[in-house]
T-cell receptor, first 114, second 114 residues
């Protein structure tokens, strides 16, 4: 079965430090790839997505992710963390087709220390 | 406002009670989904409807039923609620080819079964 793995359920960084959240998918067929962010007691907000074309994708709030087919990865990065980035981040994949099901990873809770 | 509307936002049920979670979208999307979110487990797919008139089981369908009432509405029913169904429920939708634009999520229903 297709799956998404997010390494590290909790990640803590200092304000101003690099943010790196890891995501790997299990499929030989490249999927559509998404990162969502969830702030406390709120719904899901799309950060960025990869469908086709350029493998380096820029999203909102200074985040970006790079699709690496050879590594089946789609890691999320931000050069300099801000306190407002503290949230839970979900990687998700879809293979399109008739069902368009979106499969989520288990999430990474990002803490930003002052 | 265009988007996905879920009702209610909060609900407390006693074990054995029934209830229906409502979801409606006004974006003319073909596909709709119900997820549950539990700590450390990400979002898991309960049921989905790839198009009007069809429904299929997702990863965790036991204890739930769904109805795709029309293209706009997709409801989730708990016939006999159990404490294990305490969770946050999200409805989502996506149009044909709209994976390029991401999936749209409702704001969630926080359900507690006591």
């Amino acid at each position: 079965a297709q799956s998404v793995t997010q390494l590290g359920s909790h990640v803590s960084v200092s304000e101003g430090a690099l943010v790196l959240l890891r995501c790997n998918y299990s499929s030989s067929v490249p999927p559509y790839l998404f990162w969502y962010v969830q702030y406390p007691n709120q719904g899901l907000q799309l950060l960025l997505k990869y469908t086709t074309g350029a493998t380096l994708v820029k999203g909102i709030n200074g985040f970006e992710a790079e699709f690496k087919k050879s590594e089946t990865s789609f890691h999320l990065t931000k050069p300099s963390a801000h306190m407002s980035d503290a949230a839970e981040y979900f990687c998700a994949v879809s293979y399109g087709g008739a069902t368009n099901k979106l499969i989520f990873g288990t999430g990474t809770l990002l803490a930003v220390q002052p | 406002n265009a988007g996905v509307t879920q009702t209610p936002k909060f609900q407390v049920l006693k074990t054995g009670q029934s209830m229906t979670l409502q979801c409606a979208q006004d974006m003319n999307h073909n596909s709709m989904y119900w997820y549950r979110q539990d700590p450390g487990m990400g979002l898991r797919l309960i049921y989905y409807s790839a198009s009007e008139g069809t429904t299929d089981k997702g990863e965790v369908p036991n204890g739930y039923n769904v109805s795709r009432l029309n293209k706009r509405e997709f409801s989730l029913r708990l016939e006999s609620a159990a404490p294990s169904q305490t969770s946050v429920y999200f409805c989502a939708s996506v149009g044909q080819g709209a994976q390029f634009y991401g999936y749209t999520f409702g704001s969630g229903t926080r359900l507690t079964v006591v």
